[in-house]
């Protein structure tokens, strides 16, 4: 059960199943949590090629597993740690809400505007045929899109808070790519906990 259940919002996106939990963790824990995760966390940025060019990513990363299993996306491969008792908690909390199992957390470190991931969907391999994806926002909010495959103008948008958990389920990474871009405003770091499942 999450803490606010009554608050699950259904996005309305044609062939995909998204919800949205805006207060899935409460304001003043949500920010413990990021201030221990943006310490402790062992950050590392990867580059990335594009186009044929080697660029450095524009976030920091970090994954976390209880498998054992890579997980490769963009040409980068990574090799998980073993789960902290913090993420163990987040993840077990997750997974009721969820209803469904995760072996694999991938934490991203957007540190300013400038830092960014380009329209893509988690589709690899390794995920499965309909993978669930959850992504859990610490730190501060950010503008998160999504743009439907077929129809590339079908551009949606929506603000995710601090403490929010995005469900993403079903056949919504073969119909949606999503993105977090870049902006101009001033804005505070985020971290951001996507948990998924590897497949062996």
């Known amino acids: 059960m999450s803490l606010f259940p009554s608050q699950a919002q259904q996005l309305d996106l044609p062939g995909a199943d998204v919800v949205y939990y805006p207060n899935f963790i409460g304001e003043e824990k949500a920010l413990v949590l990021f201030e221990q995760l943006l310490k402790e966390t062992p950050w590392q940025q990867d580059d990335i090629k594009v186009f044929g060019k080697v660029y450095a990513q524009p976030r920091l990363t970090a994954l976390y597993g209880s498998n054992n299993i890579a997980y490769s996306y963009s040409n980068i491969t990574m090799l998980p740690q ?43 391999k390794e995920l499965g045929k309909n993978p669930t994806i959850a992504s859990l926002t610490l730190g501060a909010g950010r503008v998160f899109k999504f743009r439907e495959k077929k129809a590339k103008t079908n551009v949606s948008s929506l603000f995710l808070e601090p403490g929010s958990l995005l ?13 977090l871009p870049k902006t101009s405003k001033q804005v505070q770091p985020r971290i951001n906990l996507t948990f998924r499942k590897l497949l062996g």
């Open 82 to 124: 073993p789960f902290t008792a913090l993420l163990e908690g987040l993840r077990n909390k997750i997974e009721q809400e969820a209803n469904c199992s995760f072996t694999t957390c991938l934490l991203n470190l957007y540190r300013d505007g400038k830092d960014s991931n380009g329209w893509h969907s988690d589709d690899e």
């Open 167 to 179: 469900l993403m389920r079903g056949e919504t990474q073969h119909n949606w790519q999503h993105e």
